[in-house]
């Protein structure tokens, strides 16, 4: 081998061992590889310890003034980062610092400590945070800013329709809303965010309003209005139904509308059928106007889904043609089967209650007759009770008796005069009631008169 080679060989392993040196001293040591950083804050040259405690320095403090401004309208709500427990992962960023040129590899390492000094490491921090309490705010803000949609009314006022229109409703798409915040938080920003609102559309619109126009069926009954107590319970639950709206397809409950006879809702004591005897109750007179409005649905041609009949003829109405209701197990009901909506309307002038309902009539040749039959007539037996503490010859009625019948019911709908529909509705039973009479035994006691001298 000459003497060039041997210097060349010399020179290369003089490198050698320089580069190993220098190499060993770079991987060697307890701190991070220079010109590393975490967040953009420099780690380099630092010990484990030391660039835990100096990230945690920088980083900490700024969570607590971090935020997102989130906006509906005007207002405005602050979601601080601390509020979700925001949280960084330093141990484990420090971790990854550290690692730069300490691997398994020799030759690796020595080659990462190298590229760590010619180019800049930057590992990005992994955090953590509580997603449910964003999901809690948009729920809180929902509750503030969310507004029901309103439906347009109608309400009869001096024999004239009064329509008010309608308004939208808004409500805070809290979907759109917490991925708008998710991706806010993931890369970092503060921001302003203004929060997605949705419209919400009223159920019933001015225009579905407007169609209504015709009557489509009314029925009158008349009362004692000499009898205050009975008359305030007629016009009392004559006032919950008055005005009331029945979509297409809904289901009218008379229960449900008036709500409780109670004597705390004003409801007063009268004559009401109990073990078929009419005796006092609270809100005697209801089943008047349950009855009205059965006749006023049927000449509607409405579908009728509950009703009942008392077990006593009433003296308001034709057997057949009554309605009874009671607590929250005997009903009204009927369906607005048209394809309008209905409005019912009630009233009482002097002795008497009207029910009228309103829609749109698309055949104007309609008409409706409600027709019943008597099936069976019973009557009633007089039971005679010899009473010895009346007088011979005096006769008292205890107990009226009740002619029992059975009725059935049609409606019958006709179109410009023809019969097109015979519909059997119900077949009631009124209870035989049998009477009692008490008859006087007490035998007239006649003195002698003493004589005259």
């Not at 006023?296 to 409405?302: N, Q, V």
């Not at 829609?359 to 005679?384: A, C, F, L, W, Y």
């Amino acid at each position: 081998m000459n003497k060039a080679k041997r210097n060349t060989l010399a020179f290369m392993l003089i490198i050698f061992v320089f580069i190993s040196v220098a190499g060993i001293f770079m991987i060697s040591g307890e701190k991070i590889q220079p010109n590393t950083y975490i967040n953009n804050i420099d780690v380099g040259k630092l010990t484990k310890e030391e660039a835990l405690e100096k990230i945690r320095k920088v980083l900490e403090p700024s969570i607590e003034d971090v935020y997102i401004s989130l906006k509906v309208d005007e207002k405005v709500w602050k979601l601080n980062y601390s509020d979700f427990n925001y949280t960084y992962d330093y141990m484990n960023a420090v971790k990854e610092a550290y690692s730069i040129g300490r691997g398994s590899n020799f030759l690796f390492n020595i080659k990462e400590a190298i590229f760590s000094r010619i180019n800049r490491t930057n590992i990005k921090l992994s955090f953590s945070y509580e997603a449910n309490y964003i999901n809690t705010l948009l729920s809180n803000i929902a509750k503030e800013v969310n507004q029901k949609a309103i439906d347009a009314t109608i309400k009869m006022e001096a024999k004239k329709f009064v329509i008010t229109d309608e308004k939208l409703g808004k409500e805070l798409d809290q979907k759109k809303s917490y991925d708008l915040i998710i991706e806010s938080i993931e890369n970092n920003k503060i921001s302003l965010i203004d929060l997605p609102l949705q419209t919400t559309d009223p159920e019933i619109k001015s225009s579905d309003l407007a169609v209504i126009k015709d009557k489509l069926g009314e029925y009158t009954t008349k009362f004692n209005a000499g009898d205050s107590d009975r008359s305030y319970n007629i016009l009392l639950a004559t006032k919950s139904v008055t005005n009331v709206l029945v979509k297409p397809g809904q289901v009218f409950s008379l229960n449900k509308t008036i709500g409780p006879r109670l004597e705390s809702f004003g409801f007063k004591t009268a004559k009401v059928i109990i073990n078929n005897e009419l005796v006092p109750g609270i809100g005697g007179g209801v089943c008047q106007v349950s009855s009205t409005l059965y006749n006023a649905a049927l000449l509607s041609d409405l579908k009728i889904v509950e009703r009942r009949n008392h077990s006593l003829p009433s003296s308001y109405i034709s057997l057949g043609r009554d309605a009874t209701i009671s607590g929250d197990y005997i009903d009204l009901k009927f369906q607005n089967i048209t394809n309008y909506p209905i409005y019912i309307y009630g009233e009482l002038k002097g002795g008497a209650v009207t029910f009228s309902i309103y829609g749109k009539n698309d055949t104007p040749g309609r008409n409706v007759k409600i027709i019943t039959e008597v099936i069976s007539k019973k009557q009633p037996q007089m039971k005679i009770i010899e009473d010895n503490t009346l007088m011979e010859g005096v006769e008292v009625i205890e107990k009226k008796g009740q002619t029992g019948y059975v009725v059935k019911s049609y409606r019958v709908v006709s179109e410009n005069g023809k019969e097109i529909k015979r519909e059997a509705l119900y077949t009631d039973t009124y209870r035989l009631s049998n009477g009692v009479k008490r008859v006087g035994t007490m035998k007239t006691i006649e003195k002698e008169l003493p004589l005259a001298y």
